[in-house]
């Protein structure tokens, strides 16, 4: 006998069975006794484990016991705090197998109903998206029987919470019901897209987005758009601003006829509206618009609006619509993009918003294979020059980062004779911020411009950061060094870079000897362990005789840190015991404190 059986009265209420003590359960049952009493626990951090374990508990009750126990029980727990409801929602919508199957799933509505009226939106939310979930597997009997009444209900709940929840159900079961049932469900959606609270609006223009492919034809035109068309002129511009994404789902399902005779002066209203949150939602969405409408009305029609939301007075919109420019020009001729845009470009590119520079930058490179090479080089190239000594470290970065389109545009001759003098120039700018930026972009250049070319314009530039008057600079372009060598690969970097690097263990400076130890330090990552055996470890353990302390001691942490990289291969292993270990030794005796100290740390580490 099921040893639950034993211990609870299935008779009794719903809450007699949370109460009931379970004492001396054998191993796995006992586990199941103790999350029971988690569920009603004080602490939320208890209850929201025992909630996380639902499906484990449904399966040791078996599927009776969960639906006439346990349910009812979380029926009456709703009233908990939002982090359970939300763990809640999303577990009571994977019960369906622990209730027995779609034949049960109607149990599992009344707490998700609940939950979908709460005050907490995420909650709501997840509820929403349980139900919908569950509304896909229930029997078509009890689609009219248990979920319509429920989505009624929430419809006309005297609280908007539960009105909102209700927007986001008419898409998932439309299909699924009669044809005298949708009559009332249009009715009843219609009457939440015009309801006083400006939430169950917002809610039900977002629900129409995915409403709209559940209907036919004939219902977009004679019920879908009249509600589009109200809520595109609501008063609350929180409200406009989620038709624009409607407006993207009608115009897929209408022809191109219609989509101009009905939809394109809401588009037009929405593009030129009061609200710049409006504006922002139509730039941020306009090539998804373009798509949708079709290339013949996007070029009678569009691009004016496009040139607007570029020159917009509110920095936001204009950084929007930049970031679209590359995917509208595809749908316009050249000489447009030349007469038309080219000029906003230029505008941008001095915006006195930072962000919209940035996101100029970020997608200006994407022109390029559009208008071709000659007018890349007209229009193009003077702009990415002004770009690449803007203040503002995103716009830099932006420009460099797509190097590679222009690349493929105009070649690699041209953008080095263009853009490498500029970047030269900021390489040695007196502020050591702006070097500092430079060498953060290094990598990327090298991956746009190839070994061979890097290695003709740019690896005397590397080198000569190592010997920067600022720290930062010196540490910055060891890092750089490792990730050239990342790029190009351990064979360049010994030619290349390795030979380099050695000269200075020799300078006269101590700071650039020691900034040898941390290149060769921090390359060695990159490197093979024969090429650390060969030219890493002798030209650090020689450097322990530099009559500079600072020397001496950052030799020992380099040690340190060589080798976990030597133990990886037998045959550098042994390197540790016959030539690490003894300079450590050595460099423990030494005169100075802080060597004899990081010398006796990094010997502790090799013994551990």
């Not at 209907?215 to 035109?221: D, K, N, Q, W």
Request: contains cysteine; negative net charge; charged residues 25%.
């Amino acid at each position: 006998m099921n040893t639950f059986d034993m211990e609870i009265d299935s008779a009794a209420p719903p809450v007699d069975f949370m109460d009931e003590d379970l004492p001396g359960q054998p191993e796995g049952l006992s586990e199941i006794a103790t999350l029971i009493d988690e569920l009603k626990h004080e602490d939320v951090q208890y209850r929201l484990n025992a909630v996380k374990k639902l499906p484990f508990i449904a399966s040791a009750l078996g599927a009776e016991r969960t639906r006439t126990e346990l349910i009812p029980f979380l029926q009456e727990s709703i009233d908990d705090e939002d982090e359970v409801l939300l763990v809640l929602a999303e577990e009571l919508g994977n019960l369906v197998p622990s209730v027995g199957g779609p034949e049960y799933t109607y149990y599992l509505l009344p707490p998700l109903e609940n939950i979908a009226a709460v005050e907490e939106a995420t909650v709501r939310d997840k509820a929403v998206g349980s139900l919908c979930e569950i509304a896909k597997v229930l029997p078509e009997i009890h689609v009219e029987e248990y979920f319509l009444p429920l989505l009624k209900r929430l419809s006309t709940g005297d609280w908007f919470t539960s009105r909102t929840s209700a927007t986001g159900l008419y898409p998932a079961i439309y299909q699924r019901a009669s044809a005298s049932v949708q009559a009332d469900l249009k009715t009843l959606f219609a009457q939440l897209a015009e309801d006083s609270s400006p939430m169950v609006r917002r809610a039900a223009t977002k629900a129409l987005v995915n409403f709209v492919p559940q209907v036919s034809h004939e219902e977009v035109l004679s019920t879908i758009i009249p509600l589009f068309n109200k809520l595109a002129e609501d008063d609350q511009d929180s409200v406009r601003l989620l038709t624009v994404e409607v407006l993207v789902s009608l115009a897929t399902r209408l022809s191109e006829e219609q989509r101009k005779e009905l939809l394109l002066s809401a588009f037009k209203a929405l593009s030129s509206d009061k609200a710049w949150r409006v504006r922002y939602m139509v730039a941020s969405k306009y090539v998804e618009l373009s798509e949708s409408y079709g290339q013949a009305i996007v070029r009678e029609n569009f691009t004016s609006a496009f040139v607007n939301l570029l020159r917009d007075t509110e920095g936001e919109v204009r950084t929007a619509a930049a970031s679209q420019i590359p995917g509208y020009a595809k749908f316009i001729e050249e000489n447009v993009i030349l007469q038309d845009l080219l000029p906003c470009v230029k505008l941008l590119v001095s915006d006195e918003n930072q962000h919209a520079r940035a996101a100029l930058a970020k997608d200006i490179s994407g022109l390029a294979p559009i208008i071709g090479q000659d007018a890349t080089m007209e229009y193009l190239l003077p702009l990415f020059l002004q770009q690449l000594t803007d203040e503002f470290p995103d716009v830099r970065l932006n420009v460099i980062s797509n190097l590679e389109t222009i690349n493929n545009a105009i070649g690699i001759e041209r953008v080095s004779q263009a853009l490498l003098p500029a970047i030269v120039e900021l390489s040695e700018d007196k502020q050591w911020r702006i070097r500092l930026a430079i060498i953060e972009y290094i990598p990327l250049l090298a991956k746009q411009f190839g070994s061979k070319f890097f290695e003709e314009k740019l690896l005397e530039l590397c080198m000569s950061w190592l010997r920067d008057l600022v720290f930062s600079i010196r540490e910055a372009a060891t890092i750089n060094l490792k990730k050239l060598t990342e790029v190009f690969g351990a064979e360049w970097a010994k030619e290349a870079i390795i030979p380099e690097v050695m000269k200075m263990t020799t300078d006269e400076n101590y700071l650039h000897r020691m900034t040898t130890i941390f290149a060769l330090t921090i390359m060695a990552e990159a490197l093979t362990s024969n090429m650390i055996k060969e030219s890493i470890l002798p030209t650090i353990i020689e450097m322990s005789k530099d009559p500079i302390p600072n020397i001496r001691f950052n030799v020992a942490k380099s040690l340190e840190s060589l080798t976990p990289l030597l133990k990886k291969e037998p045959d550098t292993a042994a390197l540790i015991t016959s030539s690490v270990k003894p300079t450590l030794e050595k460099l423990g005796t030494d005169e100075d404190g802080d060597v004899k100290f990081f010398a006796t740390r990094a010997l502790e580490s090799i013994v551990l």
